[in-house]
């Protein structure tokens, strides 16, 4: 399968320019020139940077000069550490995946599109000269189904516009239900070899979420080890989430939960990827922090072994904080063999 060379072990910074209270406070603080430090002695060859349109545009499109900054700011530490970066458009004017943002509109109206398009040239003209060391997510995690077809067409122009400025920068394109491996199907063939199509694993999601605030049907006090059996995993998923459908079955419903759930879960992926002549990445994947310590690292390891197989990219969810900080005290336990497998 094609690869997406220096993106293959990566972390993401979610909580700094993304999914914040946006303030300097938080911009100058939350992260810091030594993260980057510890991230490039990790071993790691890439972070990944979530921003929202927030940090560089007031809400009538004007630019806001020194939200650029901060961006260039990451892009000149990574650079100094040796590592690459992936810029991630989080949050556009009219979309973001969050519903509490209370973003609504972008998929129905092309003036909000419009301005997606002029806001990714301003990317495009102001580090695209980093094209060698940079690569551009359109949008973080497209929701509904119903908005694959557009999608594909505000990708497709989105990309053509890029291109003007940064004819060789690596995109990174993903779907609908969340940037779900299910959705790479339905993507639009790659507009050029520079595209790389994105998924995000968080799978099973009763696992990796369990306890969860912002899932409704969650018990918040609910807790499974990762060595579940496919059934537990199955009567949990119905319990905790509802309806959810879960992907994958196996003929023993009484085996534990392992690699070939991962192995089974991406090889549809792999089949399109293959075909398409496309690298595949797993922008984000991870493991809510109420989970113990020694059940995140069991999953990291059958995930991480699958990634390995198929030398898929991916970067882990999160640095810091945001429930799934790989930082926190509470992974120094296990942090050295988690690493070994990111």
């Known amino acids: 399968m094609k690869q997406f060379p220096g993106f293959s072990h990566g972390i993401n910074l979610g909580g700094w320019l993304s999914q914040c209270d946006h303030t300097k406070e938080r911009y100058d603080n939350f992260i810091k020139k030594n993260d980057i430090e510890k991230i490039k002695s990790w071993g790691l060859d890439h972070i ?11 809400k009538d499109g004007t630019y806001k000069e020194d939200g650029f900054r901060y961006i260039q700011k990451a892009i000149d530490w990574a650079g100094e550490y040796g590592l690459n970066m992936v810029l991630d458009l989080h949050k556009t004017f009219g979309y973001s995946f969050d519903n509490g943002e209370q973003e609504a509109g972008f998929f129905e109206n092309e003036k909000y599109q419009e301005r997606f398009f002029k806001l990714w040239e301003q990317f495009a003209q ?17 929701t509904k189904k119903e908005y694959c077809d557009i999608w594909n067409r505000v990708s497709t122009e989105c990309i053509k516009r890029i291109r003007k400025y940064a004819p060789t920068v690596k995109i990174l394109l993903g779907g609908y239900y969340n940037n779900s491996i299910v959705a790479l199907k339905d993507l639009c063939e790659p507009y050029d070899e520079n595209v790389v199509y ?25 807790r499974m080890p990762f060595d579940s059996t496919y059934r537990e995993y199955d009567n949990n998923a119905f319990a905790q989430l509802g309806n959810r459908p ?36 797993c922008g984000e994947y991870g493991v809510i922090n109420l989970a113990t310590p020694e059940d995140a690292l069991k999953w990291y390891q059958a995930i991480g072994s699958c990634f390995n197989k198929y030398n898929i990219g991916r970067a882990a969810w999160s640095y810091r904080e945001m429930d799934f900080g790989l930082v926190d005290s509470y992974m120094d336990p296990v942090r050295d063999e988690v690493l070994k497998m990111m």
Not at 48 to 58: A, G, H, K
Not at 199 to 204: G, M
Request: negative net charge.
């Open 198 to 222: 994105n998924f995000h694993c968080y799978e099973p999601l009763v696992f990796t979420h369990q306890g969860a605030a912002w899932i409704d049907t969650m018990d918040h006090s609910f």
């Open 246 to 281: 879960e992907e994958l079955k196996v003929d023993d419903p009484d085996k534990k939960l392992g690699i070939e759930y991962f192995e089974q879960y991406m090889e549809e992926a792999v089949r399109v990827a293959n075909e398409r002549n496309v690298a595949l990445y």
């Open 126 to 142: 102001r580090f695209g000269k980093y094209e060698d060391r940079l690569a551009f997510e359109l949008l973080n995690e497209v």
């Open 48 to 58: 990944r940077v979530p921003v929202d349109y927030d940090l560089v545009e007031e």
